[in-house]
């Protein structure tokens, strides 16, 4: 079992839409989940981070997570084509605190 | 406050050859790592420094890759010698610390170095 798997997309969604991203991970012990966004040809840069069980709202983005299940999810409201990028899931903490990152989603909005 | 800083930002060499690749991290941050992204996957973690000491190698292929951080400071990643799949950016980030209740583990990344080997 991969240690952070994403849904492999990928994702088209039209202008306006909510875009729902998806990540689940395999280490109980991991302490804090992030989504980064990576346009193409550029580096990762976080858009939200969260540790407690519940929802993380953060104007248009709302980070989920479930520890019972290992899973977290990144929803993306009233979707722009901006917003066209590769979201990487990645998990901090468990065993030797790194940061383990999926293989990402591309998502694209349409005009 | 300046970001972390990598160079060169490009590099084409032929199998076999040598590179390296530099990075300074941010001011303060104690924690150095060193990705590597294939096109169309996530990065994956090389190695991990705290201050000068090596926390994480545990993927870096010894065979043909080195790191350092002598001074606990900026780094360099070696390759020698190169092979085909070592096709890649690599991507160096910081942290402010490890091991600390005031890191949620938020890394600040470089702009990469993008490395094609022919």
């Known amino acids: 079992q991969k240690e952070v798997e994403q849904n492999s997309g990928p994702l088209s969604v039209p202008e306006g839409a909510i875009a729902s991203l998806n990540c689940t991970y395999s280490?109980?012990?991991?302490?804090?989940f992030f989504w980064y966004r990576q346009y193409s040809g550029k580096s990762p840069e976080l858009i939200m981070f969260?540790?407690?069980?519940g929802d993380k709202e953060d104007g248009r983005f709302t980070a989920q997570l479930n520890k019972a299940s290992q899973y977290v999810s990144l929803l993306i409201r009233d979707s722009q084509p901006s917003d066209s990028a590769t979201y990487l899931c990645?998990?901090?903490?468990?065993?030797?605190?790194?940061?383990?990152f999926g293989k990402g989603t591309l998502l694209t909005v349409n005009p | 406050e300046a970001g972390v800083a990598q160079s060169p930002r490009y590099k084409i060499i032929e199998k076999r050859q040598s590179v390296a690749f530099w990075c300074n991290p941010i001011?303060?941050?104690?924690?150095l790592y060193w990705y590597q992204q294939i096109l169309g996957q996530g990065p994956k973690l090389l190695i991990q420094?705290?201050?000068?000491?090596?926390?994480?190698d545990s993927q870096l292929p010894k065979d043909r890759f080195s790191a350092e951080r002598l001074k606990g400071v900026d780094s360099t990643l070696k390759i020698q010698p190169a092979k085909l799949e070592d096709s890649a950016v690599y991507l160096c980030?910081?942290?402010?610390?490890?091991?600390?209740?005031?890191?949620?583990?938020?890394?600040?990344f470089g702009e990469g170095s993008r490395l094609t080997v022919l």
């Open positions: 980030a910081s942290s402010l610390d490890h091991i600390s209740n005031t890191n949620t583990g938020e890394l600040f």
């Open positions: 280490d109980r012990g991991s302490q804090s």
């Open positions: 969260i540790y407690s069980n």
């Open positions: 990645a998990v901090w903490g468990g065993s030797n605190y790194k940061l383990t």
């Open positions: 001011s303060g941050h104690a924690t």
């Open positions: 420094f705290q201050n000068n000491g090596v926390v994480d």
